[in-house]
């Protein structure tokens, strides 16, 4: 951006009095240097202004912008995204708001909005949902789910979770069977989880540890899964009496169990170990699994952390830490970065 002499002066008479301690020349360095910072705040602005203007004189955005179908503005924010071009995004954005005004059939909403989400518009992508509201039946749940993924873009929690408990019908274990996309992988296919655990995050974003909890623990799927949202629930749920805690974990184990997910019953284990109201009747039985589970799958380490309690138990200690295997030492994880020894 160009200033003429008449911006500059109009710039210093803006300009606060200078106290009258400073010498002429102080006072003058301090004018200067107000103004090339005001300068320089104002040069990002222009930029974006110019980036605005350019895009806007071009014949080809202008003929886009004007009789392009939603299949052309889509692609065309998909490659604004790519460039980060956020003058192109905004103008693309604006388009997509108007190009069909209300009424449209729920075919051209949903595209429409779908348009929006691929211009990094998930707001604008809500106001346009909002002007139907499909009857029960397969199209409102595509509308519904479009919903939802509009609100997850946004980051509107209560929005989200409202969605997803209106797709679950009052039957929340459903929603363990609905995949829904969470973003991308580098080779572009779509990366899913099971609505369920989205709608308990959701909620466990909103401070509703209880509610998620209790989504949770609606999970009926056999399977680590449902082991895993039993235990997440207990973690969740800290008002729980230690009987029902327990309860919940013992069928968590028994879930993981069944899948050979030894791991996963290793970490209820040490879960139900380090509840505070466990019983130490409850406390022995956990123990005494936990080790033998560390036999099982050769955990050492695990054992190492229970045995380290136990004064009766120093020789095994020993024999444990000298099976605890160095990161320096062959197989390490450190090893590998080494240099070969140098050939003779």
């Known amino acids: 951006m160009k200033r ?7 710039l210093f008479l803006d300009m606060p009095a200078i106290p009258t301690p400073f010498s002429p020349r102080a006072r003058l360095f301090l004018i200067f240097g107000a ?8 040069a990002p602005a222009a930029e974006a202004q110019a980036k605005t203007r350019a895009a806007s004189a071009d014949p080809a955005l202008i003929a886009l912008l004007r009789d392009g179908d939603l299949n052309a503005l889509d692609a065309a924010c998909v490659n604004a995204v790519r460039r980060s071009d956020g003058p192109l995004l905004s103008q693309l954005q604006q388009r997509l708001l108007t190009i069909h005004p209300a009424p449209q059939p729920l075919v051209v909403v949903l595209a429409n909005a779908h348009s929006l989400l691929s211009c990094q518009a998930p707001d604008g992508a809500l106001q346009v949902l909002a002007r139907v509201g499909p009857a029960p039946g397969a199209e409102r749940t595509q509308w519904l789910v479009l919903q939802w993924r509009a609100a997850q873009a946004g ?5 989200a979770a409202d969605a997803l408990l209106r797709l679950a019908a009052g ?3 459903q929603l363990a069977l609905l995949e829904l996309p969470v973003g991308e992988r580098q080779d572009g296919t779509p990366i899913n989880r099971p609505a369920l655990d989205l709608l308990a995050g959701h909620l466990e ?12 623990v609606s999970s009926a799927q056999p399977g ?5 949202r ?9 008002a729980l009496p230690a009987l029902e805690q327990d309860r919940l974990l013992e069928l968590a184990l028994e879930q993981a169990a069944s899948s050979g997910s030894w791991g996963l019953v290793a970490e209820i284990l040490d879960q139900q170990l380090a509840l505070a109201g466990s019983t130490p009747e409850q406390v022995a039985r956990a123990t005494e699994r936990r080790l033998r589970l560390s036999s099982r799958i050769d955990d050492a380490y695990g054992e190492w952390m229970l045995q380290r309690r ?8 020993g024999d444990l830490e000298r099976q605890l295997r160095s990161p320096r030492a062959p197989g390490g994880h450190a090893a590998a970065a080494q240099s070969p020894d140098p050939q003779p």
Do not use: I
């Not at 003429?4 to 109009?10: L, N, T």
């Not at 680590?224 to 895993?228: N, S």
């Not at 039993?230 to 800290?238: C, D, E, I, Q, R």
């Not at 009766?312 to 200690?317: I, K, P």
């Open 4 to 10: 003429g002499a008449g911006g500059c002066q109009a």
């Open 35 to 42: 103004a090339l910072v005001g300068l320089m705040a104002a």
């Open 155 to 159: 980051l509107h929690h209560q929005l």
């Open 171 to 173: 039957n929340l274990g």
């Open 205 to 216: 974003s909103l401070g509703q540890w209880q509610r998620a909890a209790e989504v949770l």
């Open 224 to 228: 680590a899964a449902t082991a895993a």
């Open 230 to 238: 039993l235990a997440k629930a207990v973690a969740l749920s800290g």
């Open 310 to 317: 136990d004064p009766a138990a120093l020789s095994r200690q």
